[in-house]
């Protein structure tokens, strides 16, 4: 049979036991110690891991704005360079346009200026080139005119004094006069003036026209230059 244990051997193993315990706390505080410090190196990880994610994040952020920014600048560019080259082609194209309006205004003024002097020609008294006998020399102007057609068509010089006094009295023998009133034109005073186109088509212009027609309305109402002259003292017109 056994026996029982003495006080020295009780109290080494309680120390035992105490020592046992006392280690298995501190190994668990080592290990909780041990715990927490793994822990906090984990979470310190994670945030520097979080941290250069963010950093590679704000990184490619910052080089895709700055991308978008180089392409807006590129567009940018392109749009303006095309809007300089716009301009520059309307600049060119309004500078061509005055061009042409420029050479059109100087062909009109020029196509006026040859159509006002032809005209002007038109108007100018043409020459009468036809033989002038020597009864009539002693006139001059349309009256020297007056006197060779009359001859021409049949009257006796005798005649042309009536003459002289009718169309002196009508219109001082002007081949442009023109009454203002009744709008008779020309040497004879035709009303209107467009009847001496029976003649010729230069009736504004020509005393021969005017004359040879005056002559013919002479003859075939009055039947001479004084039986005109005759009715015109007697009425005041002919």
């Not at 108007?123 to 102007?141: F, L």
């Not at 009303?191 to 004359?211: C, F, H, R, Y």
């Amino acid at each position: 049979m056994s026996l029982p244990p003495t006080k020295g051997h009780f109290v080494s193993r309680s120390w035992s036991r105490f020592g046992a315990r006392t280690a298995a706390v501190a190994l668990l505080s080592v290990g909780v110690a041990g715990g927490f410090y793994l822990g906090e190196d984990r979470q310190t990880q994670q945030q520097g891991l979080t941290a250069q994610v963010g950093l590679q994040v704000d990184q490619a952020e910052y080089e895709y704005q700055h991308e978008r920014q180089a392409e807006h600048r590129i567009s940018s560019a392109k749009q303006r360079a095309a809007e300089y080259q716009a301009k520059l082609r309307a600049a060119e194209a309004a500078k061509e346009a005055a061009e042409r309006a420029r050479e059109a205004e100087a062909a009109a003024a020029s196509r006026k200026k040859k159509r006002e002097a032809k005209e002007a020609a038109a108007k100018e008294a043409k020459p009468y080139d036809g033989p002038i006998p020597a009864s009539c020399n002693e006139y001059g102007g349309n009256r020297k005119i007056g006197c060779a057609l009359m001859i021409d068509a049949g009257f006796g010089i005798d005649q042309f004094p009536c003459l002289d006094k009718l169309w002196t009295k009508e219109s001082g023998w002007n081949h442009k006069a023109r009454n203002s009133s009744s709008g008779a034109y020309g040497i004879p005073q035709a009303l209107p003036g467009s009847k001496m186109g029976s003649v010729a088509d230069d009736w504004e212009t020509n005393p021969a026209t005017q004359i040879k027609w005056g002559l013919g309305y002479i003859e075939g109402r009055y039947g001479s230059p004084c039986g005109a002259w005759r009715h015109s003292q007697s009425t005041g017109w002919y």
